[in-house]
């Protein structure tokens, strides 16, 4: 298939029809609005619903409602608008059924601004809602990338029956790359055991449900999610590596800033300082074997996030501290420039020049 | 080789437009592309900005910062990015909208009166794609006939008739010699 040119958001809208989503609910926001846009275009004429919920706590229950009869869906909207949604994510999350939900971070906290960051990362990784659950968390960092991960992150929904989150950015969400769809065949994954489409009066009732008035089932089932978690942790994860192999420092990105640190590392090349980038493309669960892989021969880590420095704390985790590990970012809506992620990079390998 | 290019000027000159008539031309040519708006709380008259990087090679950041070619539609993008061009790069200025002049000498600046001459052969609203013709015309980047592919696949069938005319644009920055 011929490539076209497209921004982030509408490719991931025109994938998201391509793996079979049926049902997208939403409340327009920028700099998502594209991908709404879009899919209001497209839904109607491609056998699929669009609709514009009266608020983000609506559509997320929406949401919710058509997972819970096994239909693929999404949602997608921008940072404060996901923090409206994270009630009704912890209960879907509550009652294991999957679904797509689509972040394209802005600047926060608050209304903040509606340039691109990746201030939501703690959000997404560790607390996008109250209760013990995680979400399974794919960062592209290109628009072809967008394209490859819409798929995978329904699949892997349906896989574990549970929600996965792409999340993207402002600068990917508005930026045209050329891109190639995929043949696909949307698969969908079996839910006759628990999906709640009607009995015909031949089954018992599937009850799609996150209530538990009893603690110690709750613990069970609890349990029974974090032993699918411990599988994805061990079978999921998705990394980048770029001239690792030698380097003195790696550099950790991920999403629209990977792009940024990888420039600097291809000028602090050219100046001979061995520096590499490892890019998690998983954010949970984190690449740990990967990124200590990828560290083996480093003296020093530098993280680079749009945002005060969140994903630092996994990559530190993730080496148990053994290595020194620095941070550089902007945030507030404001993309960091190879320049100054190469300035970092310098100190870093001896000292400013 | 890799091109990175920035557009700039008001909201309502064309910027993003021009922006994307060059990364269709090197969709068309197999070229590694990026194309990136500014976007913010803006609107016609707001100043605006478009970066396009065009290359052999996968694109790292897709912000342009240091242009080789600048294009510049208004005063205040003039003041904000004249400083930013790479030594040796080139900037296009539409001096009917421009009044400054620059005093760099390691760049080569082309000053071109492009709204002016877009008014003047009733190509109201032309200036964007004069410039775009100038750029080309010093540059040798795209063809006229791949520009011409471009305006096609950018333009809707109901205003067809704007391509001849963006064509003819595209010659008059070519030809413009002042």
Redo the contacts between chains.
Sequence with gaps: ME???MKGNEALAEAAIRAGCKCFFGYPI??QTELSEYLAKQMPKRGGVFLQAESEVAAINMVLGAAGTGTRVMTSSSSPGISLKSEGISYIAGSDVPCLIVNVERGGPGLGS??PSQQDYWQATKGLGHGDFHLIILAPNSVQEVVNLVTKAFDLGEKYRMPVMLLSD??LG?????VEFPEITPSQADNSAWAACGTKMEREHHIVNSLYIEALDLEEQVKRRYERYAKIEETEAMAETYLCEDADIIVTAFGATS??A???V?KARAEGIKAGLFRPITLWPFPKAELNAACKNAKAVLSVEMNMGQMIDDVKLALDCRLPVSFFGRTGGV?P???EVLEELRKLNGGAQ | MTYEILLAGFGGQGILFAGKLLAYCALFEGKEISWLPSYGPEMRGGKCNCSVTISDEPIGSPQVLEPDLLVVLNGPSFDAFMGNVKPGGKAFVDSSMVAQKTDRTDIETFYVPATQLADDNNLAKGANIVLLGKLLHETGIFSFETVRKALEKNTPAKRAHTIDNNMRALQLGADYAG
């Design positions: 490539k076209v040119l920028t700099p509606i340039q402002g600068l508005q930026m045209m790359e050329p792009r940024v990888k420039s600097a291809n993309v420039s190879p320049k």
